[in-house]
């Protein structure tokens, strides 16, 4: 299909009939043991879900393997019970959804939007251009892959146009995905699923209306609404949150050594996310139970308190 056509793909989408029930969820990867950025994530979307009066699910992001730690889910699983946010209905895992992924994936491929691609990481590094979010790809096996290895992923065509959408708390956003991206992967070569691929299928399959996460996911939504175009599902409301950093301006997460949250004292990490949160927490629920904090937090909860930033650094 060309690139011509894809300019208008998806663009008009019938408003649906009423308004669903707002359902958001929280999305963690089984990499390590939750940390105090994690916990903001997932306070923040927890109150946004509870405060609609609607259902907030749990999701494990466990489609790469290589990267994940034995007993991590678990470990997450007890810990935000711990902390009093309890979700609704069954945990989710993604290593058992591979169905659904392939279908997507042939739904793209039918339609023309997928091909295969050889490129290697150094190949693209050295003909890509530099983008605001990284290598931009090239382009060049749009027309046939230019190697003969056996080994291949597969990326998805993108457009000129740009893609638009207003987020609750950063404002109007716009991308444009052949200046930011250009074609992205939505199946590794080492035939692992993307995630950019994995989010939109599973947000769609759980019904997700609202996505409330990260600020250093805000990069990665125009590519999934180009994706939720191309697959024809509705795009949900999205918050991002700012993120934690460290004293080097690093978002607290595994990657960067984040200390697991001590989970001896859950109702001051609640307190310390819900300040982080512009939330201004009285001191004594410091010394309160974690039912106490998120009962005034439901009751107090306030989006427009929350920092219009992409991230805050931590004092150490």
């Not at 998805?156 to 200046?179: M, S, Y």
């Not at 992967?185 to 399959?205: M, T």
């Amino acid at each position: 299909m060309s690139v011509a056509t894809l300019t208008t793909a998806g663009a008009a989408h019938a408003a649906p009939a009423s308004t669903p029930p707002y359902r958001g969820r929280f999305a963690p990867s089984p990499t390590g043991p939750l940390h105090f950025g994690s916990l903001i994530a997932a306070l923040g979307s927890f109150l946004c879900a509870r405060r609609s009066a609607g259902e907030w699910l749990l999701r494990v992001d466990n489609i790469d393997p290589p990267r994940e730690v034995a007993g991590a889910a678990d470990d997450i699983l007890r810990a935000l019970e711990r902390h009093g946010l309890e979700w609704d209905g069954p945990v989710l895992f993604q290593s058992r959804r591979g169905e659904a992924y392939d279908a997507a994936l042939e739904r793209l491929r039918a339609e023309g939007w997928l091909y295969e691609c050889s490129c290697t990481r150094s190949e693209i590094a050295s003909h890509g251009r530099h983008g605001p979010y990284g290598i931009i790809y090239p382009g060049t096996c749009r027309d046939g892959a230019r190697s003969s290895r056996r080994q291949r992923s597969l990326r998805v065509l993108t457009h000129n146009r740009p893609i638009r959408f207003e987020d609750l708390l950063q404002g109007p956003q716009e991308q444009c995905l052949q200046e930011t991206s250009g074609d992205f992967v939505v199946r590794r070569a080492d035939g692992l699923y993307a995630y950019q691929l994995a989010v939109v299928v599973d947000d769609d399959a759980q019904g997700i209306t609202d996505i409330v996460r990260g600020a250093d996911l805000l990069d990665s939504t125009p590519r999934q609404i180009h994706l939720q175009q191309l697959l024809g599902l509705s795009t949900p409301h999205y918050l991002h949150l700012p993120v934690a950093t460290n004293e080097h301006g690093e978002k607290l997460s595994k990657q960067t050594h984040a200390a697991p949250l001590e989970e001896h004292d859950p109702s001051d990490n609640l307190w310390r996310a819900l300040a982080f949160l512009g939330q201004d927490p009285p001191p004594g629920l410091r010394r309160a139970t974690p039912r106490e904090v998120l009962a005034w937090a439901l009751q107090e909860w306030s989006v427009k308190h929350i920092p219009h930033c992409g991230s805050i650094r931590m004092e150490p």
